[in-house]
């Protein structure tokens, strides 16, 4: 645990579920606080006033992800920011991984349905995520992107994003849905054209934040389809006619966001930065090995890669001859609180995350092997 850290949360021992959502920081829930209350006593410098944590916010995301304000917008989630991506693609074909969550499939989806770019399905092997040689295979001479998730939500699988951009070359879009991963692991955003996140997981940031950063390939390439009246050169002149979209990544603004969000955002933002990804990752593997080794020794069947180079913060296991629902009643048990799917469980601790947690894991884990052994 990152115990300086630890202290800005107040989340249960046993809560293991941030791959679903993480929950905000005392410093977030605050800034929030102080938002709605301003807002409440409204005079006429409040809105202003107010509106200036997105550019806080905008500024801090940039900052993390290793771009600058012009190269960055905020969102009010992951998947507007997906839809931007795969409608401001023209034409040609989008390499994305059948089996990645739904919100890194629907856009392409709808995409090839209005006519613009077409998705092709890689296959990855169980577990392996998508890996250069996989996107190797399959590059052919109409492939204009690769879309794909940093780290992979099924088994926490780490993408290598150096070397997809190194195969896919310089002149096919990468597109990343950092969900799984951004603020909870070091990894080369440079490489991406497209980084999109929402900040209610790993962040920490609660519902409704988010934001992409856009290389230059990226604005110049992507059409700015879903451009809205924020998004366009002088947007605050209303003078009745079309303004052209914006020369930086504004252009996929559509409407102004919540200040209200923005100030629990940029909290949270401030607050990795003030302890460091690099640091916060540390902390999530050593929770996230243990995790490991206690299901293993307790009979429990690791799904996540065992190479902790290329695994996250997520820990997928079954326990052989036990059904996910019964063994998650065990964990809820012991006050543990997983992911649960029809076939497996999911364990993802964070930073702050005590050693105690692995402890609860263990004794739920070794009643359910003690009630088999007794049935």
């Known amino acids: 645990m990152l115990t300086p850290y630890a202290a800005h949360f107040d989340a249960p021992a046993g809560y293991l579920d941030f791959a679903r959502f993480g929950p905000p920081s005392r410093d977030a829930v605050a800034a929030t606080a102080r938002a709605v209350e301003a807002s409440a006593r409204a005079t006429h410098t409040t809105v202003d006033e107010l509106m200036r944590a997105e550019e806080t916010a905008r500024d801090a995301a940039a900052r993390l992800a290793g771009a600058d304000a012009a190269h960055t917008v905020l969102l009010?989630?992951?998947?507007?920011?997906?839809?931007?991506?795969?409608?401001?693609?023209?034409?040609?074909?989008?390499?994305?991984?059948?089996?990645?969550?739904?919100?890194?499939q629907y856009p392409w989806r709808r995409a090839a349905e209005l006519g613009r770019a077409v998705p092709r399905w890689l296959e990855p092997a169980p577990g392996g995520g998508v890996t250069p040689d996989l996107v190797r295979a399959a590059l052919t001479d109409d492939v204009v992107a690769l879309s794909v998730s940093a780290v992979d939500f099924r088994t926490g699988f780490k993408a290598d994003l150096a070397a997809l951009r190194e195969v896919i070359g310089p002149d096919r879009l990468l597109v990343v849905d950092a969900i799984q991963a951004f603020g909870a692991a070091e990894l080369p955003w440079q490489a991406a054209d497209v980084v999109i996140a929402g900040g209610q997981k790993w962040l920490r940031a609660g519902w409704s934040t988010g934001f992409a950063t856009l290389s230059d390939r990226a604005l110049e390439s992507l059409q700015p389809v879903l451009t809205g009246w924020t998004g366009v050169a002088d947007a605050g002149v209303f003078d009745?006619?079309?303004?052209?979209?914006?020369?930086?990544?504004?252009?996929?603004?559509?409407?102004?966001?919540?200040?209200?969000?923005?100030?629990?955002?940029?909290a949270a933002l401030e607050l990795v930065e003030r302890y460091g990804v690099e640091a916060i990752e540390g902390a999530i593997g050593v929770r996230v090995a243990e995790l490991a080794?206690?299901?293993?020794?307790?009979?429990?069947?690791?799904l996540s890669p065992a190479d902790p180079a290329r695994r996250a913060g997520i820990l997928s296991f079954t326990v052989p001859g036990h059904d996910p629902a019964a063994v998650a009643r065990a964990l809820r048990g012991e006050g543990v609180t997983p992911t649960v799917r029809a076939d497996s469980l999911r364990l993802s601790p964070h930073a702050s995350t005590p050693a105690e947690a692995v402890e609860r894991v263990a004794a739920a884990l070794a009643s359910v092997q003690g009630a088999r052994r007794a049935g």
Do not use: C, M, Q, Y
């Open 76 to 104: 009010p989630n992951a998947s507007t920011g997906l839809f931007h991506a795969a409608l401001g693609l023209r034409h040609g074909t989008v390499l994305a991984p059948r089996g990645d969550f739904p919100s890194n």
């Open 240 to 266: 009745g006619v079309e303004h052209p979209p914006a020369p930086d990544a504004r252009r996929w603004s559509i409407t102004n966001l919540s200040p209200v969000t923005a100030a629990s955002f940029a």
């Open 293 to 302: 080794d206690t299901v293993a020794k307790l009979g429990g069947r690791v």
